[in-house]
Nanobody
Framework: QVQLVESGGGLVQAGGSLRLSCAAS????????MGWFRQAPGKEREFVTT????????AYADSVKGRFTISRDNAKNTVYLQMNSLKPEDTAVYYC???????????????WGQGTQVTVSS
């Protein structure tokens, strides 16, 4: 079992930046591929980005490519999401997720954090 706790959400103006963090505990962090997802009001949860166990491979949804960056610090058991040039349509609850695997994945995640709210005002 992996426990995930997100932090760093908040209210920001359009064009601003936020960095989300997700601290993992309970199992060996490097055994897990990590991902970020988001869910806006009235919408289904959607994939945002993923990073491989080593951090050497990443993938992004088209909607955030070039603006968001995922990274991980395996010594700190933490994954980050740097969000720049934020838009009102980025407003959502952001969830950190983990799964086992050898590559990068857009789905099939087994463990989820509680979520952190990001609100972007226009």
């Amino acid at each position: 079992q992996v426990q995930l706790v997100e932090s760093g959400g908040g209210l920001v103006q359009a064009g601003g930046s936020l960095r989300l963090s997700c601290a993992a505990s309970g199992r060996t962090f490097t055994n897990y591929v990590m991902g970020w997802f988001r869910q806006a009001p009235g919408k289904e949860r959607e994939f945002v980005t993923t990073i491989s166990r080593s951090g050497g491979s990443t993938a992004y949804a088209d909607s955030v490519k070039g603006r968001f960056t995922i990274s991980r610090d395996n010594a700190k058991n933490t994954v980050y999401l740097q969000m720049n040039s934020l838009k009102p349509e980025d407003t959502a609850v952001y969830y950190c997720a983990a799964r086992r695997g050898l590559g990068i994945y857009v789905d099939g995640y087994d463990y989820w954090g509680q979520g952190t709210q990001v609100t972007v005002s226009s």
